[in-house]
């Protein structure tokens, strides 16, 4: 049964500090996507890569937040430095080229004190 | 920004029920899909109508989309408890991108 996997699932760390978040999505989709979600804005799109290559960031905070696919099994999303406002659960989604359905990952839940 | 909006913003029933979520959204669309999130996990697809069909099954789901009114509803038929979830509507354009509204949370007391 393939699924996306993220880690960490959790994260508290403290404001200031960096924060890196990992994804490994389907074997064979080659699109990948950032969600954050909160209460108060609900799910939010960061960013989103196809073959590996970022195509849109523009829902991303560029001063501190930024997005790689290092290769094909493997996309991070890095915080730096984090903020009390970037505590939310991030999760990762991954896909197949033409195909409109996303797969989402379990989620990772950041507590930034 | 958000495109969709779902109604109600919360739903309680009885399992047995019926459950009728909406969901609006205001520009044009390529499809509309509808996603479950059960609580502390990632959100799952449930079901896609494209811009060209009105209505659609899949097993105790129906959704319809109206592009005249620009507005789509989720309908689960014979709720049961293990359907308590939040429900999302997305909203996809010419590109792979959705845009999902806030949610529906949907109760089903056994």
């Known amino acids: 049964d393939a699924r996306v996997t993220q880690t960490p699932r959790h994260k508290v760390t403290e404001m200031g500090q960096e924060v890196t978040m990992r994804c490994q999505p389907i074997?064979?989709?080659?699109?990948v996507f950032w969600y954050r979600q909160t209460m108060m804005q609900g799910l939010e799109l960061l960013a989103y890569f196809r073959n590996r290559a970022p195509l849109d960031d523009s829902g991303m905070p560029k001063d501190r937040f930024s997005a790689e696919m290092p290769d094909a099994t493997l996309a991070t999303l890095k915080i730096q430095p984090s903020e009390p406002r970037d505590s939310a659960v991030y999760f990762c989604?991954?896909?197949?080229?033409?195909?409109?359905?996303?797969?989402f990952g379990p989620g990772t839940r950041l507590t930034v004190l | 920004s958000q495109q969709g909006e779902e109604d109600p913003q919360a739903l309680s029933i009885q399992e047995g029920e019926n459950a009728t979520m909406n969901c609006s959204y205001k520009t044009s669309i390529n499809n509309l899909q509808w996603y479950r999130q059960n609580s502390g996990r990632g959100l799952v697809h449930l079901i896609l109508i494209r811009s060209n069909e009105r209505e659609k099954h899949s097993g105790r789901l129906r959704v319809t989309l109206d592009t005249s009114k620009k507005s789509s509803s989720l309908l689960i038929t014979a709720s049961r408890a293990a359907d308590t979830a939040s429900y999302f509507c997305?909203?996809?354009?010419?590109?792979?991108?959705?845009?999902f509204g806030k949610g529906i949370t949907l109760s089903v007391r056994p």
């Open positions: 997305a909203t996809a354009g010419a590109n792979s991108k959705l845009t």
């Open positions: 074997l064979g989709h080659n699109t």
């Open positions: 989604a991954s896909g197949r080229s033409g195909g409109v359905t996303q797969y």
